[in-house]
């Protein structure tokens, strides 16, 4: 009988260079080094008033490397979010092993008003020049509409002749 080697993935502590971990020409890469070289975030500024009192605050930057990152994988949910920064090894490389507690986040996407997404999208042309995307595309614009890609769900009443009853009844609404 063949005997093979065991093959361990039980936790373990490892020296990770969180850098490291953003491999270049992937989106969080690119993410990272636009919101830290690119992009003016001083605006963030005005809404932190602890200059003398308070607890220092998470750097916007930061947050916005998550957000945008999480919500390019399909996750959402602040609480997705936080999850991803304390297990996903992309996340915690972005947001500098501080895993920020869902409320944070919720609270700092539910603060971006319309200027800061209108920075986003002014700043989103470098990317291709810069070499920091590898061609592929991506959208990121947090829409969610229903659709029905089924040709029996598309086609108009006249023309489909083997609807099932249930989008029969459903038309007939």
């Known amino acids: 009988m063949a005997r093979y ?8 502590f490892l020296a990770v260079d969180l850098e490291k971990q953003l491999l270049p020409g992937s989106f969080a890469h690119a993410v990272h080094h636009l919101l830290d070289q690119d992009f003016d975030l001083s605006g963030f500024d005005a809404r932190y008033h602890n200059d003398s009192v308070g607890a220092p605050a ?11 990152c999480a919500y390019a994988e399909g996750v959402v949910s602040s609480r997705g979010m936080e999850r991803l920064c304390r297990e996903h090894v992309t996340f915690i490389a972005l947001s500098g092993d501080t895993a920020p507690h869902f409320t944070t986040l919720a609270a700092f996407v539910s603060s971006l ?5 209108l920075t986003l999208r002014a700043g989103s042309v470098p990317v291709q020049p810069a070499g920091l995307i590898g061609r592929q595309m991506f959208a990121i614009d947090g829409v969610k509409l229903p659709s029905n890609a089924s040709k029996a769900g598309a086609a108009h009443e006249r023309t489909s002749t083997n609807r099932p009853p249930s989008l029969k009844r459903r038309h007939a609404r």
């Open 5 to 12: 080697k065991h093959i361990d993935t039980s936790p373990r």
């Open 58 to 68: 998470l750097p916007p930057g930061m947050l916005l490397k998550v957000i945008l």
């Open 113 to 117: 008003g319309l200027g800061s997404s």
